[in-house]
């Protein structure tokens, strides 16, 4: 019985060793985060640890150079339990007086990264930025890649850059605020399909993040191809430059229950027009929502059974939207196009090509817009301030911004909101709470959205069909959703949401079986182990 119980006792021991073996906590006086964390891989390059531990938070993790990541990891901050605030990573100044631009470099193709609890900041302990910065850079296949919990502060050209082929994306509760180039005003953006945009995407799925002050997208899953789908809920994005978006050969996904606050605030210019980030049809008008029909090679990847039937099986939602421009932007737009031989284009919600496919229910039945409104949110009138008209310094705010830009003087001035200016002090941290903190709880409280209460599949409608139906369904906790189509025999048939994250909220999808013979089929919902069937009749 002794020797049971002490052989219990050492697998009891082993067992704990081993689990705790997977994490590494990393304090900020170990060297630099990217000397630590590169010093302890194997041989083959990956990880030799499945989790990094960040637990500093009275001064910075300095980097020198990127963070190489070849195989699954997590690297995760430890939050202060009261305030919240993470532990911030910020670049040092090299012995030639540079700035590394990137702290993260994914270059294993088929792993999963997780970056989670972080404040990523571009300014060095100089307090200088290096232009061509990128936060987190993925440059492989196949990569499944979540941000959780991070801000994003100061990047001049991307927060996350990827050239990897049918990469997948989980950006959620983060914030990224003033990205902000000084003189490009098409960069300084969220997530990029890096040019020359040849690389397919598999899922960008973007929930309850912040972009605050940004010149460029606040998402790019496509441009030359086109992603798989694309999710794009509950975010706020407050200012940018130009368009928001490039997605117009979006295929199937949905922009959901977002804000939309003085988006497009540099319009288009003569020089722009009519070809802005547009490669198949010109434009004569902008909006924050532009699509295009599909190029011949992305129908053929799209829906290759049959090319001509492409466009009408594209299944978009666009619904609950909130968007809006305050009146000093738009009566500066009008002042200037009074005056300026330079004049805009002012953008709208819709575009009018996107708003004829919406309109167009024969060639194009499953894309729907609804509920989405011209309206102040609200909290906006304090904060409107600074980034219209600036603090001090090169911070001259947007109007003037936009003013160097279209005169083609813009070189070292910038804008945005609450700027971060790192101190001289060897523990200097960034402001926490956020500046901007209060005024963002305050529109999510304005705006007020319900949560559900249930995990539900509604009915089929119609029921029978032929051979398009549409299905409502909730969600009462996010989770990694499935929602899927099979025969009576049991055999799978079709995907219409395949495995991805989607958070607590109300959902409407729309398909089209007309591929498909007469008969019974049977759609399943499927969220964490939970099931709900519903019987359908395609009757043709």
Not at 306 to 314: L, N, P, Q, Y
Not at 328 to 357: C, G, H, Y
Not at 387 to 396: E, P, S, Y
């Amino acid at each position: 019985m002794k020797r049971m119980l002490s052989l219990i006792v050492v697998v009891m021991f082993f067992g704990i060793t081993a689990l705790n073996a997977q994490t590494m906590v990393i304090h900020a006086n170990q060297g630099n985060i990217n000397d630590v964390i590169m010093a302890d891989t194997l041989s083959n390059g990956a990880p030799a640890h499945q989790v990094y531990q960040l637990v500093t938070l009275d001064t910075t993790y300095k980097f020198t150079g990127p963070i190489t990541i070849k195989g699954d990891v997590t690297i995760e901050g430890v939050v202060d339990p009261t305030t919240g605030r993470p532990p911030c990573i910020q670049p040092a100044v090299l012995q030639d007086g540079s700035i590394p631009p990137t702290p993260f470099t994914i270059s294993g193709s088929n792993i999963k990264v997780t970056l989670k609890n972080l404040y990523i900041l571009a300014k060095a302990t100089n307090n200088t930025s290096n232009g061509g910065g990128i936060a987190v850079q993925v440059s492989s296949d196949k990569v499944k890649l979540t941000v959780d919990n991070c801000v994003f502060d100061g990047w001049q050209l991307f927060a996350i850059g990827y050239n990897g082929q049918w990469d997948d994306f989980f950006i959620l509760n983060s914030t990224f605020r003033n990205l902000v180039h000084p003189n490009q005003w098409y960069i300084g953006e969220v997530i990029r399909n890096e040019w020359p945009g040849e690389a397919y995407t598999d899922s960008l799925v973007m929930v309850g993040n912040t972009m605050l002050a940004i010149n460029g997208y606040a998402a790019c899953p496509v441009t030359k191809w086109y992603t798989k789908y694309f999710k794009f809920d509950n975010n706020k994005v407050l200012y940018t430059f130009k368009n928001p978006f490039f997605i117009f050969n979006m295929t199937d996904g949905e922009i959901n229950d977002n804000i939309f606050y003085g988006n497009y605030a540099g319009g288009v210019d003569q020089t722009e027009n009519p070809w802005w980030d547009n490669l198949w049809y010109p434009d004569s008008s902008y909006g924050i929502i532009a699509l295009q029909p599909l190029s011949d090679d992305n129908k053929e990847m799209f829906y290759s059974a049959d090319t001509s039937k492409a466009e009408s099986m594209r299944s978009i939602a666009v619904k609950n939207n909130t968007y809006f421009w305050p009146k000093e932007l738009v009566d500066f737009w009008t002042a200037w196009n009074d005056t300026a031989s330079n004049k805009i284009f002012i953008p709208q919600w819709m575009n009018d090509r996107t708003k004829a496919m919406f309109n167009d229910k024969t060639n194009y039945p499953n894309l729907v817009a609804e509920n989405n409104v011209n309206a102040d949110p609200g909290f906006m009138t304090e904060m409107d301030k600074e980034i219209l008209h600036g603090t001090t310094g090169n911070d001259i705010g947007l109007l003037n911004y936009f003013k160097e830009i279209r005169t083609g003087k813009a070189e070292t001035d910038i804008w945005g909101y609450g700027i971060t200016q790192v101190g001289a002090n060897a523990d200097w941290t960034p402001a926490w709470p956020l500046p901007e903190s209060a005024y963002i709880t305050a529109i999510e409280q304005s705006v007020g959205k319900t949560v559900p209460t249930e995990f539900s599949l509604g009915e089929v409608y119609p029921n029978p069909f032929n051979p398009s139906a549409h299905v409502e369904y909730t969600l009462n906790k996010a989770g990694r959703t499935s929602l899927k189509v099979y025969n009576v025999l049991g055999q799978h048939v079709m995907t219409l949401v395949d495995n991805v994250y989607q958070a607590a909220s109300k959902y409407n999808v729309s398909f089209n079986m007309s591929n498909f013979p007469s008969g019974t089929y049977f759609l399943v919902l499927e969220q964490d182990g939970h099931r709900l069937v519903r019987k359908m009749l395609l009757m043709k």
